[in-house]
């Protein structure tokens, strides 16, 4: 028996150049396309009668770039996916993802690109529901003190030790969920990187479960469009070099950046009133 199920276009790598004067914009996106719906039949016999291509999914991408400009990725996306459902009336759901890289300008058609991080988006669109989710991956985020890890849960193989200072390091990945008319999705996006940065900043942490809390309220105490925030935050640990071989004093100054294993706190923050989600999504 067929279960849940979805096909479409992954990572279709899109750059928009908009050439109006002398001046040139740029839009740098990778897109991905899932479609749900009525397609037993290609599972069970193969027929293909309810198969849009995926090929002409990457298509439309295009196309739609051309035709319609792409502007902020979330209205890029709506456009995609309601195109979807509304003309193909086998397909009941339609997610598109979009990762945005950002580029700087140096000139009127010059640009550096901006390595920080990298802006996400997900939207998803039914006949009778649309939901919104943007986001970002890897932002790298450091506090070289205001943290401390002590009082936990200690047994035989518990070796690390207590401390009431420390580095606390993460490279966020980070999903929120609009709860109705955004507007404007980039001065959105652009207030809610703030606020998570200023409930980095802001928090004096015991835990990084607690700096978790503490910016996801924050971006929802600034930000009243957005209904949830979920978050992955790895530990990124900083391990104080033993300098007494060379008869030195190691006042929590010098330290070995930790690859891997690393400490991985997850967790969302919801709004009390928030609208229910009306599809899956997770970081």
Known sequence: MLGPNRYGKAETRLV??????DTHGLVDLNVSIALAGDLEATHATGDNAAVLPTDTMKNTVYAFAKEHGVGEPEDFA?????????????VDRATVSIESFAWDRLGP???????????????????????????????????????????????????????????????????????????????SYEKAV????SGFVGTYSFSLQQTLMAMGSRVLTERPEIAEVRLALPNKHHYLVDLSPFDLT??????????????????????????????????
Do not use: M
């Open 109 to 187: 058609h010059s640009f550096a690109r901006r390595g920080d991080c990298t802006r996400t988006t997900t939207v998803t669109v039914t006949a009778t529901t649309t939901q919104v989710v943007s986001g970002l991956t890897g932002l790298v985020l450091l506090n070289t003190t205001d943290s401390e890890f002590h009082g936990f849960v200690r047994d035989g193989y518990t070796t690390l030790p207590e401390t009431t200072d420390r580095i606390l390091a993460t490279a966020v990945d980070a999903k929120w969920r609009h709860s109705g008319d955004t507007g404007d999705f980039g001065q």
């Open 250 to 283: 190691n006042e929590n100054e010098v330290f070995i950046a930790g690859d891997r294993p690393y400490g991985l706190i997850e967790g969302s923050v919801v709004r009390d009133d928030a609208p229910a989600a009306t599809a899956e999504w997770w970081l």
């Open 16 to 21: 928009r150049v908009s050439r109006d004067g």
């Open 194 to 197: 703030e606020a998570l940065k």
């Open 78 to 90: 709506l456009l995609l996916a309601g195109w979807f459902v509304g003309s193909q009336d086998q």
